[in-house]
T-cell receptor, first 117, second 111 residues
Framework: GAVVSQHPSRVICKSGTSVKIECRSL??????MFWYRQFPKQSLMLMAT?????????EQGVEKDKFLINHASLTLSTLTVTSAHPEDSSFYIC?????????????FGPGTRLTVL | EDQVTQSPEALRLQEGESSSLNCSYT??????LFWYRQDPGKGPEFLFT???AGEEKEKERLKATLTKKESFLHITAPKPEDSATYLC????????????FGTGTRLQVFP
């Protein structure tokens, strides 16, 4: 299957700082990438859909000014958590759909564990 | 509202003891149903996509089936390395990008 990477794998930051998470598709070009958040023992919740060259589409209840998404190339999307607070601590996972795959499945990155002190 | 419910929440099996995981769904027109495996602290790993009732797919000890209301993931003679959380997700025809996930079944296989 297609390979998606994320960096960093874990980050600890102080309250009020901003954190950037990168998501890369390694062996395919992804016009669309997705950002999810997962709290312990809960389901993955879609936060936003990232479209290359255009603005991201945010799910209801997700603050677009707090979670900045940039999809500047066909292999890279970034999520910046601005002015992070302890309640933003979570597991953030990106995914991408391989347009050449033909089956519409999304391939996920390994996730980024964010801890805000 | 599109919804996915998985059961049981947790399952403990002895090595070699076959069982099934359930995924019940409601969606306004099913485009696809997906099964993923997730290990602790990792992202989900794609297993199967099912598109229509009656469809079945197999991979090693796993077999996924689909009806109009639910999907089953059958695990035959599981091994300890099959221990993981298994996630089910659906995609509707009216929002082809969005995956709606269940909360998963946490499977533990003991030797």
């Amino acid at each position: 299957g297609a390979v998606v990477s994320q960096h960093p794998s874990r980050v600890i930051c102080k309250s009020g700082t901003s954190v950037k998470i990168e998501c890369r598709s390694l062996d395919f070009q992804a016009t669309t990438m997705f950002w999810y958040r997962q709290f312990p023992k809960q389901s993955l919740m879609l936060m936003a859909t990232s479209n290359e060259g255009s603005k991201a589409t945010y799910e209801q209840g997700v603050e677009k000014d707090k979670f900045l998404i940039n999809h500047a190339s066909l292999t890279l999307s970034t999520l910046t958590v601005t002015s992070a607070h302890p309640e933003d601590s979570s597991f953030y996972i990106c995914s991408a759909r391989d347009p050449g795959g033909g089956n519409n499945e999304q391939f996920f990155g390994p996730g980024t564990r964010l801890t805000v002190l | 509202e599109d919804q996915v419910t998985q059961s049981p929440e947790a399952l403990r099996l002895q090595e070699g003891e076959s069982s099934s995981l359930n995924c019940s769904y409601t969606v306004s027109g099913l485009r696809g149903l997906f099964w993923y495996r997730q290990d602790p602290g990792k992202g989900p790993e794609f297993l199967f996509t099912l598109y229509s009732a009656g469809e079945e797919k197999e991979k090693e000890r796993l077999k996924a089936t689909l009806t109009k209301k639910e999907s089953f993931l059958h695990i035959t003679a599981p091994k300890p390395e099959d221990s993981a959380t298994y996630l089910c997700a659906v995609q509707g025809v009216f929002n082809t990008d969005k995956l709606i996930f269940g909360t998963g079944t946490r499977l533990q296989v003991f030797p």
